[in-house]
């Protein structure tokens, strides 16, 4: 069974940056696979934040972090990443890592993942 876990996370200040990992167990990585970052504030909806197809490599992100956070993976290590910088208070969430095969089209939405990690803390103080 395919398992997730993100690390990274914690408290920074506003302007300051933090790398958030995503480590996966099994063949979660391969293929049209596609691994995305999502974040959520406790009472409102799950928020797409990053996507990267894990075969070609194209890259999504939503409007509020585009700029500021880059996703990447690592195939020799199975692992996938978000470099946060520039982090503003409102991007204080706690971040999940999540694995599944979208269309390009549903890139955007947690219903086409399959697989989430627990989630990580992010803090972002002024």
């Known amino acids: 069974q395919v398992q997730l876990e993100e690390s990274g996370g914690g408290e920074v200040q506003a302007g300051g940056s933090l790398r958030l990992s995503c480590a996966a167990s099994?063949?979660?990585?391969?293929?049209?696979?596609?691994v995305a970052w999502f974040r959520q504030v406790s009472g409102q909806e799950r928020e797409f934040v990053a996507a990267i197809r894990w075969s070609v490599r194209s890259t999504f992100y939503a409007d509020s972090v585009k700029g500021r956070f880059t996703i990447s993976r690592d195939n020799s290590k199975n692992a996938a990443y978000l470099q946060m910088d520039n982090l503003k208070p409102e991007d204080t969430a706690t971040y999940y890592c999540?694995?599944?095969?979208?269309?390009?089209?549903?890139?955007?939405?947690?219903?086409?993942?399959?697989?989430w990690g627990q989630g990580v803390q992010v803090t972002v103080t002024v």
């Open positions: 099994g063949r979660a990585f391969s293929g049209d696979r596609s």
């Open positions: 999540a694995n599944g095969r979208p269309i390009v089209t549903a890139t955007r939405l947690p219903g086409s993942y399959s697989t």
